[in-house]
């Protein structure tokens, strides 16, 4: 897989006198975690929902989880990397938050191992904490730019960088995802 930082010239010039960049720089707000909590998420419309996540303490499977339009995700502050998309074949640029971030909005539950993610066509994949925590694993909202659409594999879903060790397992890349919640 290739990653380049997308980000300034000079960043780039420095990059390649470097060799290969597996870095990100961010495009929104600050690198220090994610910028929102449940609090600060105030509930909208239910057609602007893009991703339910279960499994809080507040928020539980048994209740209504917090439900996140796209640009609640991207609040919690966006980068551009280009990465090598191993269904199309080639170099895509996502924007993209980290997985972690939008994952503490759900407030899991520390023992919570395994997270149990779900399509909109009811397809499921369970990704380990760890793996979703560790770095190099981004949830995708936009692909060169614009809105990724659900015919496309949107309006989110899970890329990798080559940094992360799970970066090689296709089956880990799920695509147009509706819920995160504990296995």
Do not use: K
């Not at 209740?63 to 966006?78: D, N, P, W």
């Not at 399509?119 to 990704?127: F, H, L, S």
């Amino acid at each position: 897989m290739h990653v380049r930082l997308v980000a300034t010239a000079a960043a780039l010039v420095l990059l390649a006198g470097c060799g290969a960049a597996e870095a990100a720089a961010p495009a929104g707000p600050a690198d220090d975690g994610p910028s929102l909590t449940v609090a600060d998420v105030p509930a909208g419309p239910a057609e602007d929902v893009v991703l339910t996540l279960l499994g809080g303490a507040d928020n539980g499977a048994a209740g209504e989880g917090v439900a996140l339009s796209l640009e609640q995700v991207e609040q919690l502050g966006t980068r551009e990397l280009e990465v090598y998309e191993p269904f199309l074949e080639q170099d895509v640029s996502f924007t993209v938050v980290p997985l972690a971030d939008v994952l503490a909005l759900a407030e899991l539950d520390p023992d919570v191992t395994t997270l149990h993610t779900i399509a909109y066509n009811e397809y499921a994949v369970d990704i380990t904490r760890e793996t979703a925590e560790t770095p190099g694993a981004w949830l995708a909202t936009r692909a060169d730019g614009e809105p990724i659409a659900v015919a496309d594999g949107g309006p989110t879903r899970v890329v990798f960088t080559d940094e992360h060790p799970e970066a090689g397992d296709e089956a880990l890349w799920i695509w147009s995802i509706a819920t995160v919640e504990p296995a």
